[in-house]
């Protein structure tokens, strides 16, 4: 993978990045075949995980989790979360990560999947941005503005909801459906007036000096990510052994980049091509803010709402009852979503 030349002026993030932050995933790519992983750990059981770039297998190996599986798994890459939940309705995929609003055009589509775990981090990451020199202020004066966001998007919801705390509709914008690298490429050459999206994106403008935030998500979207599963897999018993020791991984693995960022940023950036001081400050504003929680009734009322709104808009084709696309069976002790997120302000 090309890395980026350090000049000071913000980059196009390499395309395999496209979604590998926590809480964002977009439309991009159509196909459910993800590009070809390796294989970790041994055993007869093998588990078929879905995976970003810089995403849950980078995390796991760097907090030292993949060094006693009893059970193996077979990692496929994916752009971002739609094509990965197409994977998981196809049954080629049993488990992967996605953002918050994937799910819900998933569900929206008919497909067969259950979201079994949830993690709750800072939205901060979640912006809205215009250029150093724009003139715009405050959100109601997006007005008449064109704005860029990623269809199906985290950051598609965090517009419309950015907008209508304003007092504005959807349709008082102009929208401009781009992926990142597209969107990334029409803000810094003026082409469109803002931008909706999330960390490491908002992290790489606001380094680079190329733009300020208009708005972010928090108290706007509920900051929530998730793990989805095939249903065939938690019908599988031994699947759903291995899914549910997956998952308790996954959560000492988050615990590990809260208590160790620079090393994550280092691992992040590697992986993924990015600049380590954009993975540091995408770390501590928004990646290593997560905390594991359960997939509860605040998870099903607020995805409810996302997936209402989608649905009011005419984005998504039918209604859906979140509530059916959930599987409790792994919430243990965890504590409720609506647990606050870790900070790192004492430690900066």
């Known amino acids: 993978m090309r890395r980026p030349r350090p000049a000071p002026a913000v980059l196009l993030l390499p395309l395999a990045l496209l979604l590998a932050a926590c809480s964002g995933t977009s439309s991009a790519g159509t196909s459910i075949g993800g590009a070809g992983g390796g294989t970790d750990g041994k055993g007869s059981l093998t588990l078929n995980v879905g995976d970003q770039k810089g995403g849950s297998e980078a995390v796991l190996r760097a907090a030292g989790e993949l060094d006693d599986l009893d059970y193996k798994i077979r990692w496929s890459t994916f752009t971002s979360g739609p094509p990965l939940l197409e994977a998981i309705n196809a049954k080629a995929v049993d488990i992967g990560g996605i953002g918050n609003t994937p799910p819900v055009f998933a569900a929206g589509a008919g497909s067969k999947i259950s979201v079994v775990a949830a993690s709750h981090g800072t939205a901060a990451g979640d912006t809205i941005l215009v250029p150093n020199g724009s003139p715009l202020k405050k959100t109601r004066e997006l007005k008449g503005k064109s704005v860029a966001v990623a269809q199906g998007s985290s950051a598609h919801y965090q517009l419309i909801a950015s907008l209508r705390k304003a007092g504005l509709d959807f349709k008082d914008v102009d929208v401009k459906y781009l992926q990142p690298a597209d969107a990334l490429a029409a803000f810094t050459s ?87 001081e954009v993975a540091l400050d995408a770390v501590k504003r928004t990646n290593g803010t997560r905390v594991t929680v359960a997939v509860d009734k605040n998870v099903v009322r607020s995805e409810q709402k996302i997936a209402d709104t989608f649905a009011e808009l005419k984005l998504i084709p039918r209604r859906i009852d979140f509530g059916d696309y959930v599987d409790t069976r792994f919430n243990g002790d965890l504590p409720p979503s609506t647990s606050k997120p870790r900070t790192y302000r004492k430690e900066s």
């Not at 960390?199 to 000096?209: C, W």
């Not at 108290?219 to 699947?239: I, W």
């Not at 996954?250 to 940023?265: G, I, M, N, T």
Request: charged share 30%; net charge positive; aromatic share 10%.
């Open 190 to 276: 003026g082409k469109v007036d803002a931008w909706a999206v999330w960390d490491p994106y908002t992290s790489q403008v606001l380094r680079g000096k190329k733009g300020r935030v208009l708005t972010d998500g928090d108290g706007v979207v509920n900051g929530l990510a998730f793990q989805a599963a095939a249903p065939g897999a938690l019908r599988d018993k031994k699947k759903s052994a291995a899914i549910s020791d997956y998952l308790k991984r996954l959560r000492r693995a988050q615990d590990w980049v809260h208590k160790h960022p620079e090393a994550w940023a280092k691992v992040w950036a590697k992986d993924t091509g990015l600049p380590y």
